[in-house]
């Protein structure tokens, strides 16, 4: 099993901001990409943005593009999700997760391993 530590939600009103926190184990972080995927109630789960090994490449939901930033810390196996002007679309279950290298630097969009999540909720 992959562990992930995952930390930083919390209850925000709308337009705050907060930074999510994750360590994952050496062995992954050093073999895929890393990114969060959130899951609303009732809602299918989406990913949210996702970062390349060595951090060259990211990729970004639409709904999010502009407001979130992916980031990462090697010599930590952490990487980070500066989220600014939360929206209460934006309230859902953020998962850290590994996700396939894919070619050219880029990474596959769909998750491999994730951790137990950290909680967003955006009032309004």
């Known amino acids: 099993q992959v562990q992930f530590s995952e930390s930083g939600g919390d209850s925000v009103q709308g337009g705050g901001s907060l930074r999510l926190s994750c360590a994952a184990e050496?062995?992954?972080?050093?073999?895929?990409?890393m990114g969060w995927f959130r899951q609303a109630p009732g809602q299918a789960r989406e990913v949210v943005a996702v970062?390349?090994?060595?951090?060259?490449?990211?990729w970004y939901d639409d709904s999010v593009k502009g407001r979130f930033t992916i980031s990462q810390d090697n010599a930590k196996n952490s990487v980070y999700l500066q989220m600014n002007n939360l929206k209460p679309e934006d309230t859902a279950m953020y998962h850290c997760?590994?996700?396939?290298?894919?070619?050219?630097?880029?990474?596959?969009?769909?998750?491999?391993?994730w951790g137990q999540g950290t909680q967003v909720t955006v009032s309004v």
């Open positions: 050496s062995f992954a972080y050093k073999s895929h990409c």
């Open positions: 997760a590994t996700f396939p290298r894919a070619p050219d630097d880029h990474c596959a969009l769909k998750w491999s391993n």
């Open positions: 970062i390349s090994i060595g951090g060259k490449t990211t």
